[in-house]
């Protein structure tokens, strides 16, 4: 069974940093694309940032380009996002996600307030 | 960049009977391989995001077959044959073809009448 449990979340001072986790089992993780997702309080779903199996390929959303990185460890089974020079409006729930979202983990919220 | 569109935002519904949503897309979604990688996602209350449907209409695992996915090119619908209570929740569309990474529609609301 596919597993995916996101961590790290919590509040943060605006200008902070947070780093997530994202913990995968029950596939071959190495194979597949991951990436995060996040959603602001009581609104839609806005993809942040995707990262290729093997590491070699990244890609960001325009709103967090230059301060969100995205990384994995596939020794760990594991993918991450560096969250840097946080603002209020990236509070919300982060998901993770495996290969064009066909599972989702059940997100870790961060609210990014002072 | 491609931006997707829903309607209706809000969608009440009786109990057993049909609904539908529409998605558009500002381009075509058609992929130089020939696929059309437009997904439908569930989100109930209080839950995270479940796909439904990929690949216009291609039903994930464990989902009921009255939803169905139809569409091409630019204009997608999701269909549920007869609502039930468990379906109550935001409805998203979400395009793959244009990168980088995907793009959502703004979610349709479904809840009982």
């Known amino acids: 069974e596919v597993q995916l449990v996101e961590s790290g979340g919590g509040l943060v001072q605006p200008g902070g940093s947070l780093r997530l986790s994202c913990a995968a089992s029950g596939f071959t993780f190495s194979s597949f694309w991951m990436s995060w997702v996040r959603q602001a309080p009581g609104k839609g779903l806005e993809w942040v940032a995707d990262i290729k199996g093997d590491g070699s390929e990244k890609n960001q959303a325009d709103s967090v380009k230059g301060r969100f990185t995205i990384s994995r460890d596939n020794a760990k089974n594991s993918m991450y996002l560096q969250m840097n020079s946080l603002r209020a409006e990236d509070t919300a729930v982060y998901y993770c996600g495996r290969g064009w979202l066909a599972n989702w983990g059940q997100g870790t919220l961060v609210t990014v307030s002072s | ?113």
């Not at chain 2, 464990?62 to 139809?70: H, L």
């Open chain 2, 1 to 113: 960049d491609v931006v997707m569109t829903q309607s209706p935002l809000a969608l009440p519904v009786t109990l057993g009977q049909p609904a539908s949503i529409s998605c558009r897309a500002s381009q075509s979604l058609v992929h130089s391989d020939g696929n059309t990688y437009l997904n439908w996602f569930q989100q109930r209350p209080g839950q995270s995001p479940r796909r439904l449907i990929y690949k216009v209409s291609n039903r994930d695992s464990g989902v009921p077959d009255r939803f169905s996915g139809s569409g091409s090119g630019t204009d997608f619908t999701l269909k549920i044959s007869r609502v039930e209570a468990e379906d109550v929740g935001v409805y998203y569309c979400m395009q793959a073809t244009h990168g980088p990474g995907v793009t959502f529609g703004p979610g349709t609301k479904v809840d009982i009448k």
